[in-house]
């Protein structure tokens, strides 16, 4: 055997070592973190909110309601309940709740009625949810008409002060330090599609001009994550502390050639991000409880879609699909519609 060959193969040896000592490395991260993940997924003929360990080594079905269809699970801050979706009846008869329950399952109370995406107030007692547009249901995500916000101390529900012209909005998120609501608009406010950064006590209302969806604060503020297409997730970074904040360039991508990627989430201490991850396709209205659109849509089926993990604390850009698998993990496999991932860290007992 020549030399150059021999060097040749000691070299891949190495490489092969070092990639799976990154392997090792990220999976031991994501296998010691006390972070869980609860997302919505379709099990036994009904939408169900099961609960997975950060590496995906166990799943736990919270809700295991059967005909009880709940959707669009969102934990609070501290971790300690979940607010979450659910379905009564069906087509244009069906009514879509508000409900909260504690982060183990018990506890489950109704908050409204007609609610869409909601997400938490920093302080972990305030929901602030999008109102449906009319009576009747729509599965459409931007089927919403202004924001309101539920008080759980008090169960007071409250307009937002600059609610009237705040129309079509979706998947609304919470600024760390209260000031602002970061939603996607669409075929609404004068607006075709874009993302808003919404004044969450006052009327100022400013277009990040950016194409996407679904965006989130990482829990510093620091920065904005969002679906800046149906094959790609971004990172900005953005002053939050400005009455006027603007984006900055993109600091971490995510990219997959031949799959869907949806609903991205921060995990609690900034490193990581969820997403979810599917062909594409509208639907199977042939299960019950389930809706014909696009398959990121809440109450949509999406066969074959499964909640991914990615780190971003080294910025750059990670393709999905493509070897070496360091950078992302599945944290779930069976491809039951698992969707809308949301991170918390459960109060310790």
Known sequence: MKPTKISALLFSAVLLQALTLQAGNVREELAGSKFKLVHEAYANNNWELFVTSADGTSSVNLTN??????????????????????????????????????????????????????????????????????????????????????????????????????HHLYNISYAPNGKWIVATVHAGMGHRHTNLLIEANGGKIIDLGIDGCRPTFSPDGKHIAWGAGDHELAVVPIDIDSDHPKL???????????????????????????????????????????????????????????????????????TIGHKPVYEWLPLTQNGHSNKESDWFLPPSK
């Open 248 to 318: 900055g360039k993109k600091v971490f991508q995510v990219f997959d050639k031949q799959n869907k990627i949806y609903h991205v989430d921060w995990s609690p201490d900034g490193r990581f991000l969820s997403f979810s991850r599917g062909p594409n396709g509208k639907g199977d209205i042939t299960k019950p409880g389930t809706y014909e659109a696009a398959c990121e849509i809440v109450g949509v089926h999406a066969n074959g879609w499964n909640i991914f993990a990615v780190k971003v604390a080294n910025g750059g850009a990670v």
């Open 65 to 166: 309601t059967p005909g009880v269809n709940e959707l669009y699970p969102q934990a609070s801050p501290d971790g300690t309940r979940i607010c979450f979706l659910v379905d009564f009846g069906t087509g244009r008869a069906t009514v879509r709740s508000l409900w909260v329950m504690n982060s183990d399952g018990t506890g489950r109370k109704k908050v409204t009625d007609r609610a869409r995406q909601q997400c938490w107030a920093p302080d972990s007692q305030t929901i602030a949810f999008l109102p449906q547009e009319y009576p009747k249901f729509n599965v459409t995500d931007y089927y919403t008409k202004g924001i309101s916000f539920h008080h759980l101390p008090s169960g007071k529900t409250r307009e937002h002060v600059n609610t009237k012209p705040l």
